[in-house]
């Protein structure tokens, strides 16, 4: 046996490994007992089953860190799918074209003892169809005689078929190399890097909503300054500060608290400075004036938050202010000029008093907590076809396109993938979003539903 020096593990790769961005994804594809989890090990460095599979119950994706010649990359093993009526064929593709929307390149594996069967070739069909890079790995050639079982898979058009023992570990060295070489060092598809540390907060809005005062209410006396750039002015500068019983780190609070620079262009640099905070933010509590009507400043704001991905909350401030008429005719401003939005969980506050500061928390707490949510492929799913049941997409020139399957391809934010027949209208899927926010909560984060169009 080949001794494969593998460096595995949860948690492989912290802050200070040297890495930036997200890692390179390499999705295992391959139909059932072809050798998948034995190779994921074999790359794992692992003696025992990844996961143990309990029949009839369908696992969902699974990632693990791995290191090859100092090279780290993500391996995703998307086994584990029921036969279900529509047979292991089309199960097989649909598993293999949920992997390759969600990898940088795609690792297909194939018995060589047994060869190409159907199921392989419908994976080959679909795998052509895309521009992901594929390696095929030609598994169980444990010797020499195995070669040439292993070339016969030239057929393929896949290119070279790489042979391999998963079992011996033969060749997958070689495998490996080949690997690396393939993938990019830093993942086009992978989502942000998951830090650890207190959540990440942006304080925007637009001048004089009351950023500075908040800021000043929530920090109190516990303000504790990091990230201080020595030396120029213009370097954002965080703040960590304790709420409900918990660090949170700030932003950008430099670019609040210098606001008597912010003389002339001070749209331009409130602009800039909303999204390099952003940027860094993982939730954004927008200030709004509830004693001003709602600009269109504000409003651009709010979409920036959504196009950024960001989780929201709104904070109606200098409620003190507020007067009867005004409160009337705020509600339906809200109902005009929000309905994009009324998902964010809404809070009204008084920086100056200080008036229902502490609500900010589990407004906060919310949109995270949705910001992270995952739903199971197969909880997708069943909603998917109870939603298609009940409501179909309505007839178009007397075709209907159907949706076939889909699943969430990331989370921070939500993003799902459905795979259909044909064109789905907007309005159907704003529909599909609405029953997702109806079905699973989603409260106070921005949802991204795409489609990828089967011939
Ligand atoms: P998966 O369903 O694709 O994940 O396949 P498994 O990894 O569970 O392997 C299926 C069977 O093939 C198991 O009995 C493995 O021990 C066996 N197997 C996997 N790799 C090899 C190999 O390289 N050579 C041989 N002879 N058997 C293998
Ligand atoms: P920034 O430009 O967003 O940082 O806004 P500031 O915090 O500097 O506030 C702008 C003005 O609004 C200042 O005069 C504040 O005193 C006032 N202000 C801020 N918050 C409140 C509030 O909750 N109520 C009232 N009445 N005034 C406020």
Known sequence: EEDLALLSGDGAFEDGDGFTGPAPVLAIVGRPNVGKSTLVNRILGRREAVVEDTPGVTRDRVSYPALWNGQRFTVVDTGGWEQDARGMASRVAEQAEIA???????????DATVGATATDEAVVRMLRRTRKPVILA???????RGQLEAAVLWSLGLGEPRSVSALHGRGVADLLDV???TLPEVSAIAGPVEEGGPRRVALIGRPNVGKSSMLNKLVGSERVI???????TRDPVDELVSLGGRMWRFVDTAGIRRRAHQASGADFY???RTQ???EKAEVAVVLLDASEVLSVQDTKILSTVIEAGRALVIAYNKWDLMEDERRHYLEREIERDLVQMTWAPRVNVSARTGWHAERLVPAMDKALASWDARIPTGRFNAFLGELVAANPHPLRGGKQPRILFGTQAS?????????TTGFLDPGYRRFIIRRLRETFGFEGTPIELTMRIRE
Request: proline content about 5%; glycine content about 2%.
């Open 226 to 232: 990091v990230d201080n750039v020595a030396g120029t």
């Open 276 to 278: 390099t905070a952003l």
């Open 100 to 110: 390759v929307e969600l990898a940088d390149a795609v690792l297909f594996v194939v």
């Open 270 to 272: 409130a602009a800039l």
């Open 138 to 144: 030609a598994n169980k050639v444990d010797d020499e």
């Open 179 to 181: 690997v690396i070489e």
């Open 411 to 419: 989370s921070r934010p939500p993003k799902f993938v459905v795979f």
